[in-house]
């Protein structure tokens, strides 16, 4: 049932526009890349310190000096450039991203996320995540719609530390696509073979459904 | 007077224990590795590091957590190091998670002379708790402090004797702000050149940021080597 990691990646690209500068969290969002149109320049940040991220690299170009924020080699398109953190936050941090997608453990109605910490687990740090959720023109959610033992994620309020508070603009699940409006899950487009009752079965938090509702297209 | 350094060992002159250090690099992508090296060697304890990350088992910053050097680490992502997590879980190391650009902007207000800022980054989060909260203009924001070092430690791609700095790629990364932080700052570089011979328009570190500096050659090693078809 509903949309896999793919599709939700390819409904995501579908928000980006000619002229973007876009960053992309690990996961489902690192995805999103492959289903970016060719005829449009869009421009992917890496907050380690590039924009203009390519592909990974043939064995023979690997560089230990150009790599991604997870770390792993990857290459630069023309256009690209090179700077520091601070620049790299400034960009983040100023407004200047157009759009970020990231992954979550939890949102809730508010357009609060949780996605670094779970209490009485190892803790690793929010990297990057903070400051993208409050400063991006755009914070769109991709994520499962319940965890593994079905619960729902999107929830009346998160219950885990947050990462962000009101800062998400819309959660693309496996279900459908939800607008984050009046404090409610606006359904905007549902997943092909699911229908409204499994949706508001499976979500938590306020659901409203749109006048207009679609189906997703892929 | 001069800034050149034989070595990482005698560029380290007067490191002592329970010293503050901020270090350059972002997971294993430039960090200045001989340094490093030479801390372990030095065998100083109770340290407290600013750094993005703190390396991995067996290089980079992680090497000084087997000798248990580290008294505390700064950073915004620490998940790659598993001596790491034991001696946290121990308790035998205390570790600030900080926001990624929280961490840049305090290291860049600590070379600036700007003591603390706010931002909107943590606000309503377990990052903000027990710090001022201010509106400005309809916003909350997040006061910060800076972060200055007894010692900075940068890597660079070229340096020259007057301690002018070249980065490379995104080796950059943290390490323009942490040259900036250090009341001495030590730049580690794959190419030392004589003065005059980098361009005054490509330097991205003036050498009056740079106290000591000298040339080691880097292992560079690759943390993720990831390859299309």
Same mark, same amino acid.
């Given at each position: 049932m509903g949309m896999d990691r793919n599709q939700i990646a390819k409904r995501i690209a579908k928000e980006i526009a000619d002229g973007f500068c876009v960053n992309l969290g690990i996961g489902i969002p690192t995805l999103v890349a492959n289903y970016i149109p060719d005829n449009l320049q869009v421009m992917l940040q890496s907050e380690n310190g590039l924009l203009g991220m390519g592909p990974f690299p043939k064995k023979e170009d690997l560089d230990p000096d150009l790599i991604n924020a997870g770390k792993q080699t990857i290459t630069a398109v023309p256009g690209a450039s090179f700077f520091s953190s601070a620049d790299s936050f400034a960009m983040i941090r100023g407004g200047h991203i157009d759009l970020t997608v990231l992954g979550a453990m939890q949102v809730d109605e508010e357009g609060s996320i949780a996605n670094w910490m779970v209490p009485g687990k190892l803790v690793k740090g929010m990297g990057g995540a903070m400051d993208l959720v409050a400063g991006a023109k755009r914070v769109i959610v991709a994520m499962s719609h319940t965890d593994k033992n079905g619960n729902p994620k999107l929830l009346k309020k998160c219950n885990l530390p947050l990462t962000g508070v009101h800062c998400i603009d819309r959660v693309v699940s496996d279900l459908g696509v939800f607008d984050l409006r009046d404090n409610a899950f606006e359904l905007i487009e549902i997943a092909p073979d699911v229908e409204v009752e499994q949706v508001q079965q499976l979500t938590e938090g306020k659901l409203r459904i749109a006048e207009n509702l679609k189906t997703v297209e892929l | 007077m001069t800034k050149v350094y034989t070595d990482a060992f005698a560029a380290l002159e007067g490191l002592e224990d329970n010293m503050t250090l901020v270090v350059g690099g972002f997971g294993l992508c430039g960090i200045p590795e001989k340094s490093i090296f030479a801390i372990k060697e030095k065998g100083v304890k109770g340290l407290t590091i600013a750094s993005n990350n703190c390396g991995v088992d067996d290089f980079g910053l992680g090497i000084l957590l087997e000798n248990k050097q580290i008294k505390k680490m700064m950073s915004s992502y620490v998940g790659e190091n598993a001596t790491f997590e034991k001696q946290l879980l121990a308790g035998e190391l205390e570790v600030e998670l900080i926001p990624q650009g929280t961490l840049a902007e305090r290291i860049r207000a600590g070379g600036a002379g700007i003591p603390a800022f706010f931002t909107p980054? =943590? #606000? =309503?989060?377990? #990052?903000?708790?027990g710090k001022e909260v201010r509106n400005i203009d309809g916003r909350d924001y997040v006061l910060e402090k800076a972060i200055k070092g007894d010692f900075a430690i940068v890597r660079a791609w070229k340096g020259d004797k007057f301690g002018n700095l070249v980065y490379r790629k995104t080796a950059r990364n943290f390490n323009p702000m942490v040259a900036t932080a250090g009341k001495i700052t030590i730049a580690e570089v794959e190419n030392l050149v004589e003065v005059g011979e980098l361009d005054p328009d490509e %330097? !991205?570190?003036? =050498?009056?940021? #740079? !106290?000591r500096i000298f040339q080691a050659p880097q292992e560079?090693? %690759?943390e993720f080597a990831t390859v299309s078809e």
């Open positions: - | 980054t =943590g #606000v =309503g989060t377990k #990052v903000a708790e %330097i !991205q570190t003036p =050498g009056v940021f #740079v !106290q560079k090693r %690759i």
